[in-house]
């Protein structure tokens, strides 16, 4: 989204984003397949489709692997926030490739049975109680039918239809999927391996995961200000000038939703902290083109409103606010989405008086 906004469906950046990771893809898997037919383990032979099932399997785990990091990355460094807007594509593409190694296992272990395929999966192996002997199979499809879920809700219309609420709720479930993943891997392919580096190896990708998405939900953003009481129900959020130009600090009152009080062009604007497309943290971004950008998406509203520029239709929660002597205060009563309400005029003098000291 933007302030200019145009109608483009692929942008020369997608265009790019999108030929670079599908070269990627295809450079990964005929390397795979090269070393692993020129260079076979020691005392293993694979046939070509074996090692493409590998090579399909692995670069989906990776790929899962690298998608879930994005997110945190962004927050830590804007270098990471082109990846962020288009990581759809990744998403999709992940599903591909898990798919073609989905369809590869069923036809290769499965598929020469008196069985229906899908139904020698399911009832080949019965043995749950078994740790060693646990079937890895069963954990690898139930990953499969949610990243087909996420992958057939990606677009903004289901968004649109589900309500942001759902449609995020839905879309965490990337998060057991790729648990369901670790143990697919753990109780499979490893149980094989002699080599320790293959361990080391899904631990690494385990704990970055994790590891990063604990650091920035606990240091990224900062825990909210509280801010203190003021006359007739105001709150108290602190100086104009210690908030950042065209950015935000982000309060709580008690008991109530959070919210981003932004300075920008001599102004003081405050809406509520979440955004309507995903959730997003809206006191992290900043003001770009006049209006408030979403550090996730791009999303935009104007502070003045609360309302997306059109064509957009999306909008969030305004609050009443007032300078005094150089203090901003708030009044914690949210505004119906979309109510328009005057900025607060900062002081000029004090303002000029403020960046010479």
């Given amino acids: 989204m933007s302030h200019g906004y145009r109608v483009v469906s692929w942008t020369p950046f997608k265009k790019r984003f999108d030929a670079w990771m599908l070269a990627g893809v295809a ?7 090269l070393v692993a037919s020129l260079v076979p383990p020691t005392g293993e032979s694979f046939t070509p489709l074996q090692i493409l099932i590998r090579a399909t399997g692995t670069l989906a785990f990776l790929l899962l692997t690298f998608l879930l990091c994005i997110g ?8 990471f926030k082109p990846l962020l807007y288009n990581r759809r594509h990744l998403g999709v593409t992940i599903f591909l ?11 290769w272990y499965h598929g020469f049975g008196v069985l229906n395929p899908i139904v020698s999966l399911l009832v080949s192996n019965p043995r749950y109680e078994s740790l ?15 990243l087909f879920l996420l992958a057939a809700t990606s677009h903004d219309f289901w968004n649109a239809n589900l309500g942001p609420g759902l449609w995020k709720g839905i879309h965490l479930s990337v998060y057991p999927a790729y648990a369901l993943l670790i143990g697919h891997v753990a109780l499979g392919a490893l149980q094989t391996e002699t080599n320790l580096l293959y361990v080391a190896a899904l631990l690494t990708a385990a704990l970055a995961v994790a590891g990063l998405q604990v650091y920035t939900a606990r ?15 105001w709150l108290r959020v602190g100086p104009a000038l210690d908030i950042p ?12 939703e959070r919210i981003a009080v932004f300075r920008y062009d001599g102004k003081v604007a405050a809406v509520s902290n979440v955004c309507r497309h995903q959730g997003g943290p809206l006191g992290e971004g900043r003001v770009i083109d006049g209006c408030i950008t979403c550090p996730w998406h791009g999303y935009q509203y104007r502070p003045e409103d609360g309302c997306s520029p059109a064509p957009f239709t999306e909008r969030i929660a305004t609050y009443a606010t007032r300078v005094t002597h150089g203090i901003v205060f708030v009044h914690p009563r949210p505004l119906t989405p979309g109510t328009p309400i005057e ?9 000029a008086q403020h960046g010479k000291a």
């Fill in 245 to 256: 130009d065209d950015r935000a600090i982000v309060v709580e009152p008690a008991g109530a």
């Fill in 97 to 107: 490739v898990a798919l073609v190694h989905s369809v590869l296992v069923v036809v």
């Fill in 72 to 79: 945190p990355l962004a927050r830590l460094t804007p270098r």
């Fill in 219 to 233: 240091f990224a953003s900062g825990d909210p200000a509280r801010p203190e009481p003021g006359p007739q129900g």
């Fill in 132 to 146: 060693a002997g646990f079937p890895f199979e069963s954990l690898g499809l139930v990953a499969l039918l949610l």
């Fill in 27 to 33: 450079v990964y898997l005929v390397s795979f397949v």
């Fill in 343 to 351: 900025p607060s005029v900062i002081d000029i003098a004090e303002e």
